[in-house]
């Protein structure tokens, strides 16, 4: 049997999908770029949403910043929310950077490193001519 989702799960996914749309809208300051709401877990009661961010093309420290800029303007958000959700009480917003896609990014160049570093290896060896690869004479 499938699981089924529990009420925060489904007020996270509603969050975060009114998040994406009111900050492209509302948010006109400069020092938030194009922000991508990763992931948004709400607490088992309700009252705290924590929501995890990036900002495409910005460098870690812009990226804080914007989640910092956001933090500040979480009760203009939460109240724009509050009015497209019908709930009793809406969470309240806490933003935090989300470092998984920087650390993805470092993780993949490392493994592309070692790919070309084991295929230079295995080009500078040269065709391997041992006696493993040729029929066995008895």
Not at 59 to 82: D, H, M, P, W, Y
Not at 96 to 105: E, F, L, N, R, V
């Amino acid at each position: 049997m499938a699981r089924e989702f529990t009420r925060s799960d489904r007020v996270a996914d509603a969050v975060q999908r009114l998040l994406s749309q009111i900050i492209a809208a509302e948010i006109r300051d400069p020092r938030v770029g194009m922000v991508n709401v990763n992931d948004v877990d709400v607490a088992r009661d309700l009252s705290i949403a924590k929501v995890y961010i990036t900002v495409v093309g910005a460098t870690q420290e812009e990226c804080q910043q914007a989640a910092a800029v956001l933090n500040k303007a979480a009760g203009f958000l939460r109240s724009l929310i509050s009015k497209e959700l019908t709930m009793r009480s809406t969470p309240k917003l806490m933003f935090y950077y989300d470092k998984t896609a920087h650390q993805g990014g470092i993780l993949s160049g490392l493994i592309d490193k070692a790919v070309a570093a084991d295929k230079a290896n295995q080009s500078s060896e040269g065709p391997n001519d041992s006696d493993d690869s040729s029929p066995s004479e008895q």
